[in-house]
């Protein structure tokens, strides 16, 4: 992509100020993945500020604000870091609860069935993860079964990734090959390893993970009669669009201007590949016998009556 295919006349006269705020980010912030907390009185004030909002609420995520220019800041400000710890907090504190040994038993003799009740924990961890978020959990309800019923299908990937520490499972793979096809294991093969390049931040890809939950009109859907009325729609394109321009912004804040654009193309373009290799997982696996035996949220999620 051409840097001038997405920088407005406003960017192009401000190049020189982002130029000097990325020299001044290096000079004067990590470069890892895990961001530095904010000074301990900043973040004290800000906290007894957001706590007053919510005392039962123990990880506080800013609400939506309006971000009047794609890109403009590469420096993440105070609320951004805080923000993004209070992300990475809320899923470690997640996964720490989820008890996935059972994905270390699998046998070449597996069934499809049990394969995909045993993987209504790590749907049930997302659902939960995205209960921390406050635009999420401030969501008409039916609006929150639907985003998840179209789009769960489609991130899964992503969280799978995150707690396997990018580590793929033989048998799985295999099985996979068994379930499905040969050509479906290597594509979704080659679709995790596009994704390995993030694996050293893997904020990144939790941050994804809260971009693309509230897609609304992404989800391609193999049953053509298949369509959801959502009760407030332009609350799910605000709520995108603030996420979007954080990832973006953590984009540049990681990588220089030109690695921000691939990395942002590599993520929307993988997502879409899962929604292609998810059509066929999904009329594979309601061919399957064992359909009315299947978990309730996996039977919601694959569309299997």
């Known amino acids: 992509m051409r840097k ?8 192009k006269q401000s190049r020189q100020l982002i130029k000097f705020g990325k020299k ?26 957001l706590m ?16 009047n220019c794609f890109g403009l800041n590469h420096v993440l400000d105070d609320d951004d870091r805080t923000l993004l710890n209070n992300i990475n907090d809320a899923y470690q504190l997640i996964v720490a609860n989820i008890d996935y040994s059972y994905i270390h038993k699998y046998t070449s003799s597996t069934s499809l069935s049990q394969f995909i009740n ?16 406050t635009e999420f959990k401030q969501l008409d309800i039916n609006d929150q079964i639907i985003l998840i019923k179209s789009n769960f299908i489609n991130i899964i990937h992503l969280h799978y990734m995150l707690i396997m520490d990018f580590q793929e499972s033989s048998i799985i793979s295999k099985n996979m090959s068994k379930w499905i096809s040969e050509d479906f294991h290597y594509q979704m093969i080659r679709t995790h390893r596009y994704l390995f ?4 931040y893997p904020l990144l890809l939790k941050l994804t993970l809260i971009v693309f939950i509230f897609n609304v009109d992404l989800s391609a859907s193999s049953d053509p009669n298949q369509f959801y009325e959502y009760n407030n729609q332009r609350i799910l394109f605000e709520c995108q669009n603030y996420y979007t321009n954080i990832l973006w912004r953590y984009l540049n804040y990681l ?10 193309q590599i993520i929307v373009m993988q997502i879409l590949r899962y929604q292609l290799l998810m059509v066929t ?17 996996m039977k919601s999620i694959y569309a299997i009556p």
């Open 197 to 200: 390049r993030f694996m050293n």
């Open 118 to 133: 045993n993987e209504s924990i790590i749907h049930e961890s997302l659902i939960n993860f995205f209960k921390c978020i």
């Open 4 to 11: 001038d295919w997405i920088r407005t006349e406003e960017e």
């Open 281 to 297: 997982m999904k009329n594979s696996i309601r061919q399957s016998p064992d359909c009315d035996l299947f978990h309730p949220l």
């Open 255 to 264: 990588f220089d201007e030109k690695e921000a654009i691939e990395s942002m």
């Open 24 to 49: 001044h980010k290096k000079a004067s912030n990590p470069s890892n993945d895990q961001l530095s907390l904010v000074t301990h009185s900043t973040i004290r004030g800000r906290k007894k500020r």
């Open 52 to 67: 007053s909002k919510s005392k039962r609420q123990k990880l506080i995520a800013n609400p939506i604000y309006e971000i």
